[in-house]
Nanobody, 116 residues
Framework: QVRLVESGGGLVQPGGSLRLSCALSGSNFGISLMHWYRQAPGKQREEIAS???????NYADSVNGRFAISRDNSKRTYFLQMNNLKLEDTALYLCNVITPWASSFWGQGTQVTVAS
């Protein structure tokens, strides 16, 4: 069974950094596209970063220049390096993968709280 597990969230002060991880297990199929989303209380889920199977990345304007998405293919793990965190980055961060046949899988999320 496919499983995605996020980790790395926590409490950080404004201006600080965190590195989130998303570990994929349960299958050896390839991944066409991987997304990081976040959802803050009372707000819609927001896609903030993505990476294709060819390594092409894309970022939301709200995080561009501060966040970086990457992956370790050998460990089937994806990362989100978050720098210069702001109060408005507080949210539940979720990873999502899309397979070549368009199946979509989600993790449970990891909480990031930015507070002074």
């Amino acid at each position: 069974q496919v499983r995605l597990v996020e980790s790395g969230g926590g409490l950080v002060q404004p201006g600080g950094s965190l590195r989130l991880s998303c570990a994929l297990s349960g299958s050896n199929f390839g991944i066409s596209l991987m997304h990081w989303y976040r959802q803050a209380p009372g707000k819609q889920r927001e896609e903030i970063a993505s990476i294709t199977d060819r390594g092409r990345t894309n970022y939301a304007d709200s995080v561009n220049g501060r966040f970086a998405i990457s992956r370790d293919n050998s460990k089937r793990t994806y990362f989100l390096q978050m720098n210069n965190l702001k109060l408005e980055d507080t949210a539940l961060y979720l990873c999502n993968v899309i397979t070549p046949w368009a199946s979509s899988f989600w993790g449970q999320g990891t909480q990031v709280t930015v507070a002074s």
